[in-house]
Every structure is written in C-alpha cells, then in structure tokens.
C-alpha cells in the first residue's frame, strides 16, 4: 500500500489544522509549499507570489522535494496538498503539456483516496499568506475534485464539523485501507 496520502481543497478549509491535529497523534506530515515560499517572498520585501507559471513551478519543484525525503514511507505520511495541485496550477496556464503531466504523475504517485476538504465559509479566513477570497476557494476545491478525480484518485470529502471528527474521520479511512 501507497501509505502517501494528500490532503487539498481549497483555502481555508482546515487543512493545516487538520494535519498539525494528527502530527500532535504522532502522524507525519509535509506542510504545504505555498505558504513557505509566500512567507519568504514577503519577508524578503517582494510580493507574495511571483507570475503564476514561476509561482506553480517553485511549488512542484518544492513538493518534488517532499515526497522524495518521505522516501522511505512504511508508515503514514501526509502531505498538505501534492505534487498534483501544482500541476493543476501549471496545467491551468497551459505550461505543460498532457503527456508531461502524465509523467510527472506517474512518477509521484500517491495513496489512490485523496481527502479533500470543502469550502466552509464559517471557518474561512484570510491572512498575509491566504489573500484569496472565499469564491477563489469554492473555485480552488471544485478544480482539485476534479484535477484529481481525473487522474484516477479517488477523492473523499472530509465532513464538517470539529477538529476531533475530522481527524477522526481520515483515520478512520486511513486504517481500513
């Protein structure tokens, strides 16, 4: 069993919540590149993202680099998103073609079931990483269902509701896989 499990949607649906819940229950997880390159730029006094193409292209490049150090993966690791939303990124700005996808998503595959958390206004919030708005993440979460549906993952919605569901929820998958 492929024990790499991505865990995406769009913005502000709890994902690192989530995972930082279950990394405090001894889980692995590789924290979403996004944010870290945002942080830097910012801190580094340029805007929070370069063009989309630059911008989707250092997340894969980091993401590559997260899946290759859980290398090893004979227990559970989860990733806040994969290799597969930066892809979505560059696909969406036609910077790569069928067939380059096709090969990057073989070469990086992941656990077939993908969770996938949905938009949830009453937990949505913006801050000097997440600039989008809660439109852009119902946009985001509907792509990712899609994207990775697409390329043959089985995505599961994570229900609403607290912290100690949801994670109970993904365990709960995790396990009977």
């Not at 819940?21 to 340029?46: C, D, N, Q, T, V």
């Not at 193409?53 to 090893?72: C, R, T």
């Not at 599961?156 to 365990?171: D, M, Q, S």
Request: proline share 5%.
């Amino acid at each position: 069993m492929n024990h790499r499990f991505v865990v995406t949607g769009g913005p502000g649906g709890g994902k690192t919540t989530i995972l930082s819940a279950l990394a405090e229950r001894g889980y692995s997880f590789a924290p979403e590149s996004a944010r870290k390159i945002i942080k830097e730029r910012l801190a580094a006094g340029l805007s929070p993202r370069p063009d989309p193409v630059s911008f989707a292209q250092e997340i894969l490049s980091a993401d590559i680099e997260k899946y290759q150090n859980a290398a090893s993966c004979d227990r559970v690791m989860l990733f806040d998103r994969g290799v597969l939303d930066a892809l979505y990124m560059l696909d969406a700005e036609s910077a790569l073609t069928r067939d380059e996808i096709a090969h990057y998503v073989q070469k990086f595959p992941y656990n077939s079931v993908v969770f996938l958390l949905p938009p949830w206004k009453e937990i949505y919030g913006t801050d000097s990483e997440r600039d989008q708005t809660f439109e852009e993440s119902v946009a985001v979460f509907d792509g990712m269902k899609r994207w990775y549906s697409q390329w043959g993952y089985e995505t599961l919605e994570v229900p609403r509701g607290n912290i100690n569901e949801r994670v109970a929820f993904i365990l709960q998958c995790i396990h009977t896989l």
